[in-house]
Antibody
């Protein structure tokens, strides 16, 4: 079955860059839209951005100046970089797949387990 | 931005009883050309990622028990659990996917057993 697994440092210093990778298994990364979504402790869900297998991206306007999402189709991985982090970026970060491949206008049907990232010196 | 407002914030229902969660969008998420509502519902249990329950406002995801149903159109939507089971204790979120680049979620409704 399709599985997503996030990986990366659990602790990042303020002003540095948060880097996470999502490894996709059970399906090719091609032909789908892939997203990053985060959830601060005890709070709701915030969409960060998505990437299509072609490499085209779209980001949350509130984060666009600090976010880069990229992918490596040879490894079936996509990655998140969030620069100039502050304590407000402390959250569980999830990677997720948009349900149908041809459009981003659909629900998220597959989620990774999430990885907690704490921003602290 | 489309703002998703859920009510109530929390809800306690007896086992076997009906649970109803509401979600209101600040603008319509009904796309007239295909008559689809671009709205999903998710269930999140502690320490777990969200799980897709309903998409297109009323289509149940594969494997989701039929006690879960979604209804509504335009700006007003409802998730109903017809007969609450203990394993349904969770936080429930609605989400619009009508507009990108900004998918937005409601703030969640916490469902507990009375």
């Amino acid at each position: 079955q399709v599985q997503l697994q996030e990986s990366g440092p659990g602790l990042v210093k303020p002003s540095e860059t948060l880097s996470l990778t999502c490894t996709v298994s059970g399906v090719s990364i091609s032909s789908y839209y892939w997203s990053w979504i985060r959830q601060p402790p005890g709070k709701g869900l915030e969409w960060i951005g998505y990437i299509y297998y072609t490499g085209s991206t779209n980001y949350n306007p509130s984060l666009t100046s600090r976010v880069t999402i990229s992918l490596d189709t040879s490894k079936d991985q996509f990655s998140l970089k969030l620069s100039s982090v502050t304590a407000a970026d402390t959250a569980v970060y999830y990677c997720a797949r948009v349900r149908l491949g041809a459009t981003p206008y659909d629900a998220f049907d597959i989620w990774g387990q999430g990885t907690m990232v704490t921003v602290s010196s | 931005d489309i703002v998703m407002t859920q009510s109530p914030d929390s809800l306690a229902v007896s086992l076997g009883e009906r649970a109803t969660i509401n979600c209101k969008s600040s603008q319509s998420v009904l796309y007239s050309s295909n008559n689809k509502n671009y709205l999903a519902w998710y269930q999140q249990k502690p320490g777990q990622p969200p799980k897709l329950l309903i998409y297109w406002a009323s289509t149940r995801e594969s494997g989701v028990p039929d006690r879960f149903s979604g209804s509504g159109s335009g700006t007003d939507f409802t998730l109903t659990i017809s007969s609450l089971q203990a394993e349904d204790v969770a936080v429930y979120y609605c989400q619009q996917y009508y507009t990108t680049p900004l998918y937005t979620f409601g703030r969640g409704t916490k469902l507990e057993i009375k």
